[in-house]
């Protein structure tokens, strides 16, 4: 089992900037892919950004030039740097990560973003 717990969430003015974190409980070092994913009220999960086992990152067309995705791998966290925050991006932010034993979600942090 991981547990994974995401910070960072909160409430912004458009333009604006946030950083999300997802701490795992065990190592990342043998992970298939660990991404950030959103869903906004009555749509579907979406995918924001993904880092897959060579350290590739996939991101949304949505969020490309804005959102930057990083990986400490001593901290067992990964990082999602939020810039230029549109309205469009408030959502339920969550981690989730792939390895060997399953997949596994976090509980999710809020973003809301104001116009």
């Known amino acids: 089992q991981v547990q994974l717990v995401e910070s960072g969430g909160g409430l912004v003015q458009a333009g604006g900037s946030l950083r999300l974190s997802c701490a795992a409980s065990?190592?990342?070092?043998?992970?298939?892919?660990m991404g950030w994913y959103r869903q906004a009220p009555g749509k579907q999960r979406e995918l924001v950004a993904r880092?897959?086992?060579?350290?590739?990152?996939d991101y949304a067309d949505s969020v490309k030039g804005r959102f930057t995705m990083s990986r400490d791998n001593a901290k067992n966290t990964v990082y999602l740097q939020m810039n230029s925050l549109k309205p469009e991006d408030t959502a339920v932010y969550y981690c989730?990560?792939?390895?060997?034993?399953?997949?596994?979600w976090g509980q999710g942090t809020q973003v809301t973003v104001s116009s």
């Open positions: 880092i897959n086992s060579g350290d590739w990152i």
């Open positions: 989730n990560l792939d390895r060997w034993s399953g997949t596994y």
């Open positions: 065990r190592s990342i070092l043998n992970i298939n892919t």
